[in-house]
């Protein structure tokens, strides 16, 4: 069986990037919008949200240096899984990305880090930033 998954979308919040053992490991909320019509022809949009992992050299050459708040890309990867019991013995459970390829769209210039919190195209639309992806 094939897992890959190919998925657009803009980064809604400012990439972690930390020291996992030897190597580099970034993560970021990847946000993209499907807009479609209900029966009575009235247009909606719902958002969709998904953590993308990147290791190694793709970390800390492309997420670390690229990938800022609101720029638009396509990650290409396998769709993992993990799970786990919390403090209060309840099991949970995520999805995200397995980054092997991210290719930039838009202009191609290093990001400036600044303390904003929230894409500009996701504003207002239900995501402040401060989830836990």
Partial sequence: MINSTTISGYVAATP???TVGNTIKASFPLCNAEVYKDKNGVKHERLHKITVEAWGGLAENVVAVWLGLGKQVIVNGPLCSSSWQDKNGNWQRRNYIKANE???LGEAR???RE???VAPDFVGAGFSGEENF
């Fill in 16 to 18: 972690k990037v930390e």
């Fill in 102 to 104: 991210i290719e930039l």
């Fill in 110 to 112: 290093p990001v400036e």
């Fill in 115 to 117: 303390p904003k919190k």
